[in-house]
T-cell receptor, first 112, second 112 residues
Framework: KAGVTQTPRYLIKTRGQQVTLSCSPISGHRSVSWYQQTPGQGLQFLFEYFSETQRNKGNFPGRFSGRQFSNSRSEMNVSTLELGDSALYLC???????????FGPGTRLLVL | ELKVEQNPLFLSMQEGKNYTIYCNYSTTSDRLYWYRQDPGKSLESLFVLLSNGAVKQEGRLMASLDTKARLSTLHITAAVHDLSATYFCAVDSGGGADGLTFGKGTHLIIQP
């Protein structure tokens, strides 16, 4: 069974630009969560989607948004990029909302 | 606000030795996870602990959960170099809606 896939794997943007990251969950998984990992703040929860609905959002500004499609694939968008948005963005999928989350390889975003 | 504390944050040990990583959390939790992360890689699920007294073992790693003390341990027996990695504990505070709250991770180096 294929794991969680994320595209692109690496991305370089400049301040003020916007970016869209994509995540395809494990087949059959309906819950997708997004996390940001930085050396300073560690792993922080961004948001979770289940059946195309955002269940909750972490403590991030409105520049961070996401959505989930009917096939459970998810995208997250960051607008007006700041230097501090440089991070590894991890997507995780699970069968249900209280099941073990399996992480994708991540998208490493560098904002210059 | 749920807080998760791991200690130690850095650990250098020799092959063949035993050691324990501790994970304390601040509020009642439905479940606790242990993940492993290799440098530049994503998170690999190791264990999920669901109830008080739960103990799980895989190879040289054993995890346990004491919900009354709000404490989980990850014990390493007769360490080998291949276990060098960063280990995270993560807590799901309830319903999965708030995502996982991660500890800062324990960076483990096992020297031959």
């Amino acid at each position: 069974k294929a794991g969680v896939t994320q595209t692109p794997r690496y991305l370089i943007k400049t301040r003020g630009q916007q970016v869209t990251l994509s995540c395809s969950p494990i087949s059959g998984h309906r819950s997708v969560s997004w996390y940001q990992q930085t050396p300073g703040q560690g792993l922080q929860f961004l948001f979770e989607y289940f059946s195309e609905t955002q269940r909750n959002k972490g403590n991030f500004p409105g520049r961070f948004s996401g959505r989930q499609f009917s096939n459970s694939r998810s995208e997250m968008n960051v607008s007006t990029l700041e230097l501090g948005d440089s991070a590894l963005y991890l997507c995780a999928s699970s069968f249900g909302v209280e099941e073990t989350q399996y992480f994708g390889p991540g998208t490493r975003l560098l904002v210059l | 606000e749920l807080k998760v504390e791991q200690n130690p944050l850095f650990l250098s040990m020799q092959e063949g030795k035993n050691y324990t990583i501790y994970c304390n959390y601040s509020t009642t939790s439905d479940r606790l996870y242990w993940y492993r992360q290799d440098p530049g890689k994503s998170l690999e699920s190791l264990f999920v602990l669901l109830s008080n007294g739960a103990v799980k073992q895989e190879g040289r790693l054993m995890a346990s959960l004491d919900t009354k003390a709000r404490l989980s341990t990850l014990h390493i027996t007769a360490a080998v170099h291949d276990l060098s990695a960063t280990y995270f504990c993560a807590v799901d505070s309830g319903g999965g809606a708030d995502g996982l709250t991660f500890g800062k991770g324990t960076h483990l180096i096992i020297q031959p």
